[in-house]
């Protein structure tokens, strides 16, 4: 069978890196890849976003299924499209996609559904969202209704923040469209944890706990970012838990999306904080996460295209559930200096050939460059390790880490160290 991923990050590599594991595949295409998918597919010079493209190329290269990566090709319609050709795509149709392209839709599902989440109220006027700001209980949490990148969150600990978060949104349209209607939410504390579940939108089946790290500093200091790491499984999610997740969150959202006549086909991933009064959702997104999703896939033990057919096709209750090797595993993200903000590209990568025995190196802002790989992005690499436990594949990826060498590498020192967990 031939594959087409579509998107060109860490992600769509580990995707890759675990797709091509599979005997029954014969062929993966990637669009548009980077340096480190060309290694174990075909890149094709495609962008996520352009829709008719993908679904042209998919229709011409006789593609058994197609695997999006990244949200905004599905909030535009890329699994629509290619459903409506008779092509197999893993991924929810728009309406589905919603669970992340709005936000405001989201709560509104959850609150149908009975899930716990944030307490939250919607505006689309400066005024009355700076009104709101004045007398409600800090902190607060301000967030872009629509797609930002992962980025349109700011957590504000003072009233002054909030409001600065209120006027860049709604008044400088910081975002975009997707700040055009906000979200000021309550601040929900503990530890986070994601759950991605591979769903046919009847049966649903979540993979390994993870957990990330948004901010761009050590000690959860600087600005949001797409991530800059993530570890699993997640200590705190004991079994009892995890049924928990599933039975009050996971399949009561599903049970709310059949009840609008959606049929979610893809990856439901639950963002949720551990609370002191049990699990709530952060936030839902409609896609695999990054960088989550480079390591739940190593500790995957069955071969994922089955899973992802059978998801696709709406019989996953026809596979078995998904199991998982023992052990741990930790990511790190490698960005360019300036990042999230501005930064430079086109910087010479060494010491991929080095890395210590285990240590898988997933791209991300890669490319080639007169026969050289050079930095090409904003997160630029994730090294992954496994490990019998946390501790062993956190010192294993920082080993690795220290032998891969670029001008401006940027790395937070502290992912899934103890006191992070």
Same mark, same amino acid.
């Not at 050709?85 to 839709?105: M, N, Q, T, Y």
């Not at 899930?115 to 919607?122: L, M």
């Not at 901010?215 to 928990?244: Q, S």
């Not at 071969?303 to 559930?321: K, S, T, Y």
């Given at each position: 069978?031939?594959?087409?991923?579509?998107?060109?990050?860490?992600?769509?590599?580990?995707?890759?890196?675990?797709?091509?594991?599979?005997?029954?595949?014969?062929?993966?295409?990637?669009?548009?890849?980077?340096?480190?998918?060309?290694?174990?597919?075909?890149?094709?010079?495609?962008?996520?976003?352009?829709?008719?493209?993908?679904?042209?190329?998919?229709?011409?290269?006789?593609?058994?299924?197609?695997?999006?990566?990244?949200?905004?090709?599905?909030?535009?319609?890329?699994?629509?499209?290619?459903?409506?050709?008779?092509?197999?795509?893993? /991924?929810?149709?728009? %309406? !589905? *996609? &919603?669970?992340? =392209?709005?936000?405001?839709? @989201?709560? #509104?599902?959850?609150?149908? $559904? /009975?899930?716990?989440? %944030? !307490? *939250? &109220?919607?505006? =689309?006027?400066?005024?009355? @969202?700076? #009104?709101?700001?004045?007398? $409600?209980?800090?902190?607060?949490?301000?967030?872009?209704?629509?797609?930002?990148?992962?980025?349109?969150?700011?957590?504000?600990?003072?009233?002054?923040?909030?409001?600065?978060?209120?006027?860049?949104?709604?008044?400088?349209?910081?975002?975009?469209?997707?700040?055009?209607?906000?979200?000021?939410?309550?601040?929900?504390?503990?530890?986070?944890?994601?759950?991605?579940?591979?769903?046919?939108?009847?049966?649903?089946?979540?993979?390994?706990?993870?957990?990330?790290?948004?901010?761009?500093?050590?000690?959860?200091?600087?600005?949001?970012?797409?991530?800059?790491?993530?570890?699993?499984?997640?200590?705190?999610?004991?079994?009892?838990?995890?049924?928990?997740?599933?039975?009050?969150?996971?399949?009561?959202?599903?049970?709310?999306?059949?009840?609008?006549?959606?049929?979610?086909?893809?990856?439901?991933?639950?963002?949720?904080?551990?609370?002191?009064?049990?699990?709530?959702?952060?936030?839902?997104?409609?896609?695999?996460?990054?960088?989550?999703?480079?390591?739940?896939?190593?500790?995957?033990?069955?071969?994922?295209?089955?899973?992802?057919?059978?998801?696709?096709?709406?019989?996953?209750?026809?596979?078995?559930?998904?199991?998982?090797?023992?052990?741990?595993?930790?990511?790190?993200?490698?960005?360019?200096?300036?990042?999230?903000?501005?930064?430079?590209?086109?910087?010479?990568?060494?010491?991929?050939?080095?890395?210590?025995?285990?240590?898988?190196?997933?791209?991300?802002?890669?490319?080639?460059?007169?026969?050289?790989?050079?930095?090409?992005?904003?997160?630029?690499?994730?090294?992954?390790?496994?490990?019998?436990?946390?501790?062993?594949?956190?010192?294993?990826?920082?080993?690795?880490?220290?032998?891969?060498?670029?001008?401006?590498?940027?790395?937070?020192?502290?992912?899934?160290?103890?006191?992070?967990?």
């Amino acid at each position: 069978m031939r594959l087409l991923i579509v998107g060109g990050g860490a992600r769509e590599h580990a995707l890759a890196w675990k797709l091509a594991q599979s005997p029954e595949v014969d062929e993966l295409l990637v669009a548009p890849g980077n340096a480190g998918t060309a290694a174990i597919a075909r890149n094709l010079p495609i962008a996520a976003t352009d829709i008719d493209a993908l679904v042209e190329v998919a229709g011409r290269e006789r593609v058994g299924l197609t695997v999006v990566g990244p949200e905004e090709p599905l909030a535009r319609g890329l699994a629509d499209r290619l459903r409506a050709r008779g092509l197999l795509v893993f /991924g929810p149709d728009a %309406a !589905a *996609a &919603r669970i992340e =392209s709005s936000k405001s839709w @989201a709560k #509104d599902v959850m609150r149908a $559904a /009975g899930v716990p989440t %944030a !307490a *939250a &109220r919607e505006f =689309s006027a400066l005024e009355p @969202a700076l #009104d709101w700001v004045a007398d $409600a209980p800090l902190p607060l949490v301000v967030k872009a209704n629509g797609l930002a990148a992962g980025k349109g969150v700011v957590v504000a600990a003072t009233r002054g923040e909030a409001e600065r978060a209120v006027r860049a949104m709604l008044a400088e349209r910081s975002f975009g469209e997707a700040g055009s209607e906000i979200l000021i939410e309550e601040c929900l504390s503990g530890p986070e944890v994601s759950v991605l579940a591979l769903t046919d939108g009847e049966t649903i089946y979540p993979l390994v706990p993870a957990t990330d790290y948004k901010r761009a500093g050590a000690g959860d200091t600087g600005p949001n970012t797409g991530g800059m790491g993530a570890f699993a499984p997640v200590p705190a999610v004991t079994p009892e838990l995890a049924a928990c997740i599933r039975a009050e969150i996971l399949e009561p959202t599903l049970s709310e999306l059949r009840e609008r006549g959606i049929a979610y086909r893809g990856v439901l991933y639950a963002g949720l904080m551990l609370t002191e009064s049990g699990p709530r959702v952060i936030e839902f997104n409609c896609r695999f996460g990054d960088p989550e999703t480079e390591v739940v896939l190593p500790l995957l033990a069955d071969d994922l295209l089955p899973l992802l057919l059978a998801a696709a096709e709406g019989r996953l209750a026809d596979v078995p559930p998904p199991r998982r090797h023992d052990g741990a595993c930790v990511g790190v993200v490698l960005a360019s200096a300036g990042y999230p903000g501005s930064y430079t590209t086109g910087c010479p990568i060494s010491g991929l050939d080095d890395l210590p025995q285990g240590v898988l190196a997933f791209h991300a802002g890669t490319a080639w460059l007169d026969g050289r790989i050079v930095t090409s992005g904003g997160r630029v690499l994730t090294l992954v390790a496994r490990g019998t436990n946390l501790a062993e594949a956190r010192q294993c990826v920082y080993e690795g880490i220290a032998r891969v060498s670029y001008t401006g590498k940027q790395f937070r020192p502290d992912i899934a160290e103890p006191r992070t967990l």
